[in-house]
């Protein structure tokens, strides 16, 4: 049922991506991620190549969350400056708010990574959320799967912004770092549903402005409050104060960063978030494949299904048994 050799299934087209990638070759990396953003359907078979040939996993995964205007951007250029110091190579995504034209993503804070375009050491991507309300896009995980195929040893991942439902973060990332300032007008921005869980690093960026202080102590309070999940119930987040722009406090925060990956990794809080990651991509598999198939379906049964419980002869919990039935039968 199980092939470990997928290569009789793959097109040209697709040996080509993964030689490419796999090659490390720049290039080669820039088109695959293209692929699987615009053919999500037929890249399928490319992914799963790299699963068989087991490729992946060395890569360490940081996700960077804030609301919109905390310096995510500069805060991860910066980071990246100080991880290339010690010779490490480094994927970045940035997630932006999508062309409500073209689908494509507004490039904002790519134009603010500038100076590390040019660094053969930093792959920078940016990709549009394409309506997708969970602050990251769709194709982003499997972008995460082909820069780590690729070779680098970091991928970052900077998220739209924060809101109730933009924690997608931690099905993606080994880590997270969550951003905030002080000045928002909402001060317990930070505290929404969801994102004190899922910080493991919270900063204070723009730290020479007033309120600062009450942020972090707000932060703290709230540390204080907030359950710890997996492994880790009694390793707190630490709250970090930075001032990105002036590149203050970011080497505390990389040394903050390492340190607590290190942690991590000896308590298996880490292969925990992998093991959870892999199993999201199956489920996320199935949904996408159910998906796939009801398509068809539902775009024949479209009127006939409206009409009926338009009508109250049946109801939308009938109508979905009704289609899955369909399914079973095909």
Do not use: C
Request: overall charge negative; proline content about 5%; charged content about 20%.
């Amino acid at each position: 049922m199980y092939g470990n050799d997928l290569s009789p299934l793959l097109s040209q087209e697709v040996l080509d991506l993964l030689g490419g990638v796999m090659g490390g070759e720049r290039r080669g990396l820039a088109k695959a991620i293209s692929y699987v953003e615009n053919s999500p359907a037929h890249s399928r078979p490319l992914i799963a190549h790299l699963y068989h040939h087991q490729a992946l996993g060395k890569a360490l995964v940081v996700g960077i969350t804030g609301p919109p205007g905390g310096g995510k951007s500069t805060l991860t250029s910066f980071l990246v400056k100080h991880l290339r110091a010690t010779g490490a190579t480094v994927g970045v995504i940035l997630v932006d708010p999508s062309s409500p034209f073209t689908g494509g993503a507004f490039l904002g804070d790519r134009v603010r990574m500038a100076h590390s375009n040019s660094d053969p050491g930093v792959f920078i991507r940016s990709m549009g959320t394409r309506g997708h309300l969970g602050g990251l896009s769709l194709a982003t995980q499997d972008t995460v799967l082909l820069m780590d195929a690729y070779g680098v040893d970091f991928v970052f991942i900077e998220t739209v912004g924060i809101g109730q439902s933009e924690t997608d973060i931690v099905r993606t990332a080994d880590i997270t770092i969550v951003i905030t300032v002080p000045g928002l007008g909402d001060e317990i921005q930070v505290n929404k549903a969801g994102i004190m869980e899922i910080g493991d690093i919270f900063v204070v960026n723009k730290a020479d402005l007033d309120g600062a202080e009450r942020v972090v102590t707000e932060i703290n309070v709230m540390l204080d409050m907030a359950p710890r999940l997996g492994n880790a119930p009694n390793l707190r987040p630490p709250v970090l104060r930075t001032v990105a722009n002036r590149d203050r406090g970011v080497a505390e925060l990389w040394a903050t960063l390492q340190e607590r990956l290190q942690q991590f990794a000896e308590i298996g809080e880490l292969a925990l978030r992998r093991e959870r990651r892999l199993w999201q991509s199956v489920l996320g598999s199935v949904q996408f494949q159910i998906e796939q198939q009801l398509s068809p379906v539902l775009a024949q049964q479209r009127s006939g299904i409206l009409s009926r419980i338009a009508e109250g002869s049946s109801s939308p919990f009938e109508e979905a048994k009704h289609i899955l039935q369909i399914i079973e039968r095909k």
